[in-house]
């Protein structure tokens, strides 16, 4: 209520509030804020899998941010078995592209390939192959999109691969 207040009664919301049917909150900089409403995504996907954190971003970070990958393009994900990785990895894969995780160790590696399903992993962790090495046997002619969430020398090795045109999203 009032007058600075950008939501309506009766408006969906999120933000740091409880599991209750009604709260009063202070508007603010921690919520509330007004459900992104995403194309093609059912509202009540915000309470699950495109929650505030981890699959907005990812879904941000694939669709939003940069000419979202189309099939043939070579999509690498970093941090691909962690909370937003999985996720972006998921919704990459939607689009046709192949898809390339990064993770640490051959667990982790596993999990992208047997059971996300995605293109090929690279275990950053290994001492036989460099990530160079093993991004040119996995994308040999090159990245289209990359979604980076660890920078430093993980992103240099895909930058010197990427195809004209490629996008990077940070």
């Not at 000419?67 to 998921?90: N, R």
């Not at 894969?93 to 399903?117: H, Y």
């Not at 992993?121 to 090159?142: N, R």
């Amino acid at each position: 209520a009032g007058s600075n207040n950008k939501l309506k009664v009766g408006s969906k919301c999120l933000g740091l509030l409880g599991a209750q049917t009604v709260a009063k909150v202070t508007p603010g900089p921690e919520g509330p804020m007004a459900v992104a409403k995403l194309p093609g995504v059912p509202l009540s996907s915000s309470l699950g899998m495109l929650g505030l954190t981890t699959g907005f971003t990812a879904w941000m970070g694939i669709f939003r941010v940069a000419q979202k990958p189309k099939k043939g393009d070579v999509v690498v994900i970093t941090a691909a078995a962690g909370a937003v990785g999985h996720i972006a990895a998921q919704l990459a894969l939607t689009t046709g592209a192949k898809v390339i995780g990064v993770a640490g160790g051959p667990e982790k590696c596993d999990f992208l390939t047997k059971t996300l399903k995605l293109d090929g992993a690279i275990d950053y962790k290994s001492s036989t192959y460099s990530v160079g090495e093993q991004l040119d046997a996995l994308a040999p002619d090159g990245v289209d999109f990359m979604l980076d969430q660890v920078g430093g020398e993980m992103l240099d090795d895909v930058l010197t691969r990427v195809r004209p045109n490629g996008r990077i999203v940070i």
